[in-house]
T-cell receptor, first 113, second 113 residues
Framework: GAGVSQTPSNKVTEKGKYVELRCDPI?????LYWYRQSLGQGPEFLIY????????DSGLPNDRFFAVRPEGSVSTLKIQRTERGDSAVYLC???????????FGPGTRLLVL | GEDVEQSLFLSVREGDSSVINCTYTDSSSTYLYWYKQEPGAGLQLLTY?????DMKQDQRLTVLLNKKDKHLSLRIADTQTGDSAIYFC?????????????FGTGTQLKVEL
């Protein structure tokens, strides 16, 4: 596709459930980022992939959060035992390796009841 | 750690200039960015400036960087109602190939007729 896509656009789940959020980067972009944006805040970095490997996962808040990118393209952010505090918009971005411009997807709005 | 601060709200009349300010703390910042976010939409990159520059102009947008004071501003000339959005300042060190962005809390720009 022409831009970064994310699915689902909205996800409602119950506390304690497991969720997966998907990101499809721009074709050919080797770098992929996940950010989380809470209400009224700026996005906060979660994890950065270069190819298939997580080059920097320092922003993941705890071990309930995990992300994969097995073929160096699509990435999945996985959240176990969701908590109400996980409610936020999860943004994905991609860029060419070494390039400064990140292109963001529309985000997945997660609501944990 | 890195910190980026912005004022929360700015209101201007259509046709006037808007100036959105940002301060940052990370002295190793290499790139500084301005993103625009409209309701329900993802982040749109407006412009960026490399830290060895003082100013960058792009059509109605002018970015000024005072590296000594770690102050960044975005001026929008002839502000239009379509410019109403939240504007985020972001910085990155761009080391090791990654480009982890640190965002401010965002400035909501309201353009009145």
């Amino acid at each position: 596709g022409a831009g970064v896509s994310q699915t689902p656009s909205n996800k409602v789940t119950e506390k304690g459930k497991y969720v997966e959020l998907r990101c499809d980067p721009i074709s050919g972009h080797t770098a992929l980022y996940w950010y989380r944006q809470s209400l009224g805040q700026g996005p906060e970095f979660l994890i950065y992939f270069q190819g298939t490997g997580a080059a920097d996962d320092s922003g993941l808040p705890n071990d309930r959060f995990f992300a994969v990118r097995p073929e160096g393209s699509v990435s999945t952010l996985k959240i176990q035992r969701t908590e109400r505090g996980d409610s936020a918009v999860y943004l994905c971005a991609s860029s060419l390796y070494g390039q400064e411009t990140q292109y963001f997807g529309p985000g997945t709005r997660l609501l944990v009841l | 750690g890195e910190d980026v601060e912005q004022s929360l709200f700015l209101s201007v009349r259509e046709g006037d200039s808007s100036v959105i300010n940002c301060t940052y703390t990370d002295s190793s910042s290499t790139y500084l960015y301005w993103y625009k976010q409209e309701p329900g939409a993802g982040l749109q990159l407006l412009t960026y400036i490399f830290s060895n520059m003082d100013m960058k102009q792009d059509q109605r947008l002018t970015v000024l960087l005072n590296k000594k004071d770690k102050h960044l501003s975005l001026r929008i000339a002839d502000t239009q109602t379509g410019d109403s959005a939240i504007y985020f300042c972001a910085e990155s060190p761009l080391t090791g190939g990654g480009n982890k962005l640190t965002f401010g809390t965002g400035t909501q720009l309201k353009v009145e007729l």
